[in-house]
């Protein structure tokens, strides 16, 4: 561990999951280079403190209410967070950038906040401190999202929610259906941008965003990891008793399915999945969120071919510690939502990937693991029985899958030099 450097650090992270993860473990990385780190964050999924003992915390007070919270429109809870931080958020650093306000902390020397909020420069610049953004969805959507208005005045832009499988011209190998979201913030009006993703895997990426944009980009490269004070970031309870589990399992014989910290399942989805799974023959340690499902006795409801492949080779948890799941011998396939942390998570530890994006960035993260890096299978038709049947044989079963697995392992490597 280096010094401590007399320079304190503002971080505020976004509190959805994905990037409260990527925020904290630029923390730990800055932490390591001799930084002070004070964590600003809101009162709706606060961090642990005590995961983190060499932080300082500050939390604002966000007025989300529990029924905001734990509303399923993500997209309102996001322009709400928005709203309701802004007030708060700027109280906050304005005493902590007074000369009284910091105790005996040493002086801010920059903020980082996730790019999420739209305030944060503003109020930076208003205050006169230095201010980053930190993307923590990689380099590849960023710049398709930097180009969208530029397409979107040509006409060429698809409507969002297409399902087209148009090929989008000017972004092969993107289909029309891939792109989920128009990304609306704007990088440069930042004066700098860290950015969740490293060199290795996102050169071209990287090098196109830095001839676009006048703003310099920082990679952190595979942040989760860094190991120093390494510790979870995670606000749900984590059943680490699927480790053991899988332990018993052969290698390379599980698919693990989780589809992150916001996507929701329609009754019908999960009966699919439940039936998929069945259908597979293969072991399979299933994540369901307590609030990804709406009817608290879903599983008792399932058919009995499902419960009796439950009973025989499958696990259903909560959630998990999902960078060791990743990493143990047993996974055989990550059946994912394409979530850029689940991405690189698995890209780490070089496990194929069955894409399945939900929402957001993740219909252009899917399309690059499948497509461009040729490292998973995209189930292109969705959920439905032969495509998912078709795809989990072409990953564990057939020769595809050994190739597929051996690229996987290769960008297995580059990621453990670049960190
Ligand atoms: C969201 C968006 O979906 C994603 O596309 C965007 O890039 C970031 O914000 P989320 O949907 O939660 O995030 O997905 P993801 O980015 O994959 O993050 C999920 C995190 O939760 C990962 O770090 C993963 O390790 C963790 N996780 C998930 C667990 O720790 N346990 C679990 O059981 C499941």
Redesign the pocket.
């Known amino acids: 561990m280096n010094p401590r450097n007399n320079l304190r650090l503002m971080l505020f992270p976004h509190p ?4 409260m ?1 990527s925020m904290l473990q630029l923390g730990r990385i800055l932490y390591a280079r001799g930084f002070s780190i004070t964590i600003v964050h809101t009162n709706f999924n606060a961090p642990d403190p005590s995961s983190h003992p060499h932080f300082a915390f500050r939390s604002i007070a966000d007025g989300i209410d529990q029924s905001e919270a734990s509303t399923p429109d993500v997209r309102g809870l996001l322009a709400l967070l928005d709203v309701r931080c802004a007030a708060p958020f700027e109280e906050c650093m304005r005493e902590m950038v007074s000369p009284r306000g910091g105790g005996d902390a040493a002086p801010i020397a920059c903020l980082i906040s996730d790019s999420m909020f739209s305030f944060t420069s503003s109020v930076a610049q208003r205050l006169k401190v230095r201010a980053l953004v930190l993307r ?2 990689g380099a590849a959507f960023l710049y398709v999202a930097t180009l969208f208005p530029v397409l979107k005045e040509k006409g060429h832009v698809p409507v969002l929610g297409s399902r087209s499988e148009e090929p989008m011209k000017e972004f092969l190998p993107l289909l029309v259906k891939d792109i989920l979201t128009v990304d609306p913030q704007k990088p440069e009006s930042s004066s700098g941008v860290i950015i969740n993703t490293f060199e290795e895997l996102e050169h071209f990426d990287l090098a196109l965003l830095r001839e676009a944009l006048p703003v310099p980009f920082f990679p952190t490269g595979p942040s989760h990891k860094f190991h120093v004070a390494s510790s979870s970031s ?1 606000s749900l309870a ?1 059943d680490r008793s699927c480790i053991s589990w899988l332990d018993k399992q052969s290698p390379k014989s599980v698919i693990y399915v ?1 589809f ?4 929701a399942l329609s009754k019908a989805e999960i009966l699919e999945i439940a039936l998929d799974l069945a259908d597979s023959e293969q072991s399979f340690l299933w ?1 369901v969120r307590a609030r990804s499902v709406h009817d608290p006795e879903w599983l008792e409801k399932l058919p009995s071919r499902f419960l009796e492949a439950l009973e025989g080779r499958g696990n259903i948890v909560k ?5 060791e799941v990743l990493a143990r011998p047993a996974v055989g396939a990550f059946w994912t ?1 394409s ?4 991405t690189l ?1 698995s890209i780490s530890e070089g496990a194929p990937m069955l894409c399945m994006p939900r929402f ?3 219909g252009v993260k899917a399309r690059y693991v499948s497509d461009v890096r040729r490292i998973g299978v995209h189930l292109n038709g969705g959920l439905e029985r032969e495509n998912i049947a078709r795809a989990i044989k072409r990953l564990l079963v057939e020769r595809e899958g050994e190739e597929i697995k051996e690229r996987a392992l290769a960008m297995k490597e580059k990621a453990s030099v670049s960190v």
């Open positions: 959805f999951q994905g990037h993860n923590t969805g995670s984590e989780s992150g910290s916001l996507a994540v959630w998990t510690p999902q960078k939502h979530g850029w942390n689940s998570e957001a960035d993740q």
